[in-house]
């Protein structure tokens, strides 16, 4: 593993010089990294666009000051991603055919921004959305004809490299990673943001090395699957380790039987009412109380009372509203209330926060645009409904994915680009696996 990064040095020393100029030098990052950006289109290096730009994107989601500078700078990179878009050599005849599924829920999301009271910031989120769905998918589908090893090499070992500094500074440097002090977050933002980035890094690691296991050694595999667990585990999740366990226990349940594992893994969604209604006691019994924080549960946080404002404001634009960014100018105005009752406003839900912000038909919509990903990916593998259960968890309660330019979107997107690509399972049949 070492001799890997050693041998890509020059080129993680490209991301490193990235995030040190943001650190230290202002407002120059913002000519330094896009002008770079170009630089290594020249070159022929898309591995490390993607890759920078995921770092980028996950530095956003922190909230030190010395990482600021990456909330504006991904904006900007996305932009510069969509103008290598249109340079980028594609080898597939469709580029736009994983972003074709939401066309129609674009055009309601835009629609809805006609008269809206924060129109400008909805088109800005709606466009970097259609950007992100645009570019990265063809890009997946072009290093994964090129340079497949490499790319799924290495982006494996930037989350590796985020989790491992999280775990290092804890030991180090503990009030960097700490959560108001009490809770550890990594490198992310919150808590919350650990447990998702905990989640779908388990996911992309999981597809990887099961369909390309020479890519690490046992060893290796068992010292990445440990950062993870410690990293979800300290962090306290409690989204992000169920959401793990039901990705994991469907990935077990569909490698033996898909339509068994199917069936099971529905009936325990039917039956998660009931499961959730006795959580106190089996954790009560389990000697657990403390760390699943029960104290919390009944409001959800105070989850609750941002849900109840969410349901009025929803029934006032039951089928279209005003688009991307909506559900923040509402909530604003609920600020001080939200600070009562110990939150800080945010629905915690995507479905939910979707439909404030583009009405049923744009919720509808905007599932359909990702069910058709999920269905064409299962034409290759059906192992990839177990990311769907734990997608389906994780977006109950959580907004991530309404979002684009976060550290957890992207790497939804890249699961599902890799998998519905047949050159992501082209190592594996050479090696009979």
């Given amino acids: 593993m070492l001799n890997e990064l050693l041998y890509e040095k020059n080129n993680y020393l490209i991301l ?4 040190l100029v943001g650190a230290f030098a ?21 591995l490390w666009l993607l890759l920078g730009f995921w770092l980028i994107l996950t530095f956003s989601d922190s909230r030190k000051p010395v990482f600021s500078f990456a909330e504006d700078l991904k904006t900007l990179m996305m932009l510069v991603m969509g103008y290598l878009f249109l340079v980028m050599p594609k080898e597939k005849e469709d580029s736009l055919r994983f972003v074709k599924p ?18 400008f910031e909805g088109f800005q989120k709606t466009v970097s959305y259609v950007l992100l769905l645009t570019v ?16 799924l090499y290495h982006l494996v070992m930037v989350g590796v490299i985020i989790l491992a500094s999280g775990i290092i500074l804890r030991v180090f ?32 690691f999981t597809f990887i090395i099961h369909f390309h296991k020479h890519l690490f050694t046992r060893n290796q595999t068992i010292f990445i699957y ?14 992000g380790i169920f959401s793990t366990a039901i990705f994991i226990a469907a ?11 199917f069936i099971i893994m529905s009936v325990i969604f039917i039956s998660y009412q009931y499961v959730m209604a006795n959580f106190e006691e089996i954790v009560i019994s389990l000697g657990l109380s403390d760390y699943f924080r029960l104290e919390t549960l009944e409001t959800g946080s105070g989850r609750v009372i941002v849900a109840e404002v969410a349901w009025r404001h929803i029934n006032e634009n039951y089928w279209f509203s005003h688009g991307f960014s909506f559900n923040e100018h509402i909530l604003a105005q609920y600020r001080d209330y939200f600070e009562q009752h110990g939150h800080q406003g945010n629905v915690h839900n995507s479905w939910l926060t979707m439909w404030l912000d583009t009405g049923l038909t744009g919720l509808i919509l905007f599932i359909f645009g990702w069910l058709v990903n999920f269905i064409r990916a299962s034409r290759f593998t059906p192992m ?35 998998l519905g690509n047949p050159e992501f399972y082209r190592q594996a049949e050479e090696l009979g696996e």
């Avoid at 490193?16 to 995030?19: G, P």
């Avoid at 977050?185 to 808590?191: D, H, Q, R, V």
């Avoid at 440990?226 to 989204?239: E, N, P, T, Y």
């Avoid at 968890?393 to 997107?413: D, G, K, R, Y």
Wanted: hydrophobic share 60%; net charge positive.
């Fill in 136 to 151: 990265i998918p063809p890009l997946v589908n072009l290093l994964l004809t090129y340079e497949r090893e490499r790319f």
């Fill in 16 to 19: 490193l010089f990235w995030v």
């Fill in 226 to 239: 440990v950062l993870i667990f410690a990293s979800l585990i300290m962090g306290g999740s409690r989204g």
């Fill in 251 to 261: 990935w077990f349940l569909l490698r033996r039987d898909v339509i068994i594992g």
């Fill in 102 to 119: 939401y066309i129609p829920f674009f055009i309601v999301a835009f629609a809805s921004l006609i008269g809206s009271p924060v129109a």
């Fill in 384 to 418: 990839v409904w177990a990311v769907f259960f734990g997608i389906l968890l994780s977006c109950t309660v959580e907004s991530w994915l309404v979002a684009s330019l976060n550290p957890f979107t992207i790497v939804l997107v890249i699961i599902l680009s890799m």
């Fill in 26 to 46: 202002g407002p120059l990052v913002y000519v330094v990294v896009p002008l770079h950006m170009l630089i290594l289109r020249k070159k022929g290096a898309w």
């Fill in 173 to 204: 440097y503990p009030a960097f990673v700490m959560f108001k002090g009490e809770r550890y977050s990594g490198l992310l933002g919150n808590p919350n943001g650990m447990g998702i980035y905990g989640f779908v890094f388990t996911a992309l």
